[in-house]
């Protein structure tokens, strides 16, 4: 096959020919163990579990740090809320939710400093 007709045929990404894309990196010898083992242990190969691994992660994000922090602002106002006054008095919801979006950016704000 001459280069001319190499050059002419488009380039195939991994996703068109079911064939996955290589892309080397460096691990640190510890966490290579350690995903050594968790390949062992669930039948894969290593690179089977770090494609699990990283296609997970993307699915099922965790929560930002700033969702974290309006959460656990959000659980102290229903709490001091319902204590003071009860079940019966509710406090609006779009206002406490906009108050613990504002403690939880106090919050990161004050982990920067």
Known sequence: MTDQVRQA??????????QLAPFPFRILPDL?????????ENGRSMNAE???????SMLDPSPSLRDHYAGLAMQ???SG?????GHES??????????????????????SA
Do not use: C
């Open 9 to 18: 045929r488009p380039k195939r990404t991994a996703a068109q020919t079911g």
């Open 32 to 40: 290579k163990e350690e995903i050594e083992s968790s390949a062992r």
């Open 50 to 56: 770090i494609n699990h691994r990283l296609k997970n």
């Open 76 to 78: 102290a106002f229903l």
């Open 81 to 85: 809320h319902i204590a003071h006054h």
């Open 90 to 111: 509710h406090w609006p919801y779009e206002a406490m939710a906009a108050e613990a979006v504002e403690v939880a950016d106090a919050m990161l704000k004050a982990r």
